[in-house]
Nanobody
């Protein structure tokens, strides 16, 4: 069974940095690609960043490119968020996909999801 847990999140200020961990088992960590999505009420889930199982391929949306970095450390995939803006406020979810493809930016690609964690950026 694949389980994903996202501790962390919270309230930060404009320009602050925050690291979101996505904790999972060793098997999931080495087998699945992990993606980060975010969602605000009334809007569709938005792709943020993803990393493949080997950790040697990543992709990020244009809205976070240059500010957010996705990486792997031991059994944790993290989303390093810098220069945070109020428009980054959302519930952030990590998710696991068994295949890496051009569709990795689509939420339908992912089979397993974490419960999400709230990030709020004040101005």
């Amino acid at each position: 069974q694949v389980q994903l847990v996202e501790p962390g999140g919270g309230l930060v200020q404009l320009g602050d940095s925050l690291r979101l961990p996505c904790k999972t088992s060793g098997h999931t960590f080495s087998t699945f690609s992990i993606g980060w999505f975010r969602q605000v009420p009334g809007k569709e889930r938005q792709f943020v960043s993803a990393i493949n199982a080997n950790g040697d391929n990543t992709v990020s949306s244009d809205s976070v490119k240059g500010r957010f970095t996705v990486g792997k450390d031991k059994s944790t995939v993290y989303l390093e968020m810098n220069s945070l803006k109020p428009e980054d406020t959302a519930v952030y979810h990590c998710a696991a996909a068994s295949r890496w493809s051009t569709f990795i930016i689509k939420h339908q690609t992912y089979e397993y999801w974490g419960q999400g964690t709230q990030v709020a950026v004040s101005s």
